[in-house]
Nanobody, 114 residues
């Protein structure tokens, strides 16, 4: 059974950091480009970051560039999102996505508030 399981979300103060993880189960993770998306209440889902299958190519939304870093460990079937200097506007439900197979996780909530 295919699963993407996100974890690592929580409540953090502005300026703080979180590291999200997404564990892949049931498919050959190392073959696929992976992405992080987020969706805030009342807003459309938006792209956050992407990483190719071997981790050598990454790209980011302008809103997170310089603050967030996407990475992956193919030996652990896991993709990460390191989020630094968090802002209230980063508050959202964060999902990982396997692009080619259109697999989605259930999401992990990130709330940035003082």
């Amino acid at each position: 059974q295919v699963q993407l399981v996100e974890s690592g979300g929580g409540l953090v103060q502005p300026g703080g950091s979180l590291r999200l993880s997404c564990s892949a189960i049931g498919f050959t993770f190392s073959m696929y480009t992976m992405r992080w998306y987020r969706q805030a209440p009342g807003k459309e889902r938006e792209f956050v970051a992407t990483i190719n299958s071997v981790g050598g190519n990454t790209n980011y939304a302008d809103s997170v560039k310089g603050r967030f870093t996407i990475s992956r460990d193919n030996a652990k079937n896991t993709v990460y999102l390191q989020m630094n200097d968090l802002k209230p506007e980063d508050t959202a439900l964060y999902h990982c996505n396997c692009v080619a197979r259109d697999y989605w996780g259930q999401g992990t909530q990130v709330t940035v508030s003082s």
